[in-house]
């Protein structure tokens, strides 16, 4: 059973900087995409920025230029570099992968239990 691990979170001032880890365990297996989610509370969750396997990443408009997602494979670790972070970036940050277990013919979505990201002005 492939299990998500983020850490990172916390407390940090307007203007700040937090790194957000991911760590992918459970066997032998393929990320075909990794990402990231916050949700804030009353809002919905959502997509903050993600990576495929074949390289091409997304960003959100609202954090394009400030954040920055990488993994590293051999560690089947991802991060998300958050700079320059605003008040409304507090939220609950979700690291999400889509991968296949080899134990496994399909892909499955898989969530962390979230790390929380409190930004204060």
């Known amino acids: 059973q492939v299990q998500l691990v983020e850490s990172g979170g916390g407390l940090v001032q307007a203007g700040g900087s937090l790194r957000l880890s991911c760590e992918v365990s459970?066997?032998?297996?393929?990320?075909?995409?990794l990402g990231w989610y916050r949700q804030a509370p009353g809002k919905q969750r959502e997509l903050v920025a993600s990576?495929?396997?074949?390289?091409?990443?997304f960003y959100a408009d609202f954090v394009k230029g400030r954040f920055t997602i990488s993994r590293d494979n051999a560690q089947s670790t991802g991060y998300l570099e958050m700079n320059a972070l605003k008040p409304e970036d507090t939220a609950v940050y979700y690291c999400?992968?889509?991968?296949?277990?080899?134990?496994?013919?399909?892909?499955?979505?898989?969530w962390g239990q979230g790390t929380q990201v409190t930004v204060s002005s």
């Open positions: 459970g066997g032998t297996f393929t990320i075909i995409t």
């Open positions: 999400h992968a889509i991968a296949r277990s080899v134990s496994e013919v399909h892909a499955r979505d898989y």
């Open positions: 990576t495929s396997s074949g390289g091409n990443t």
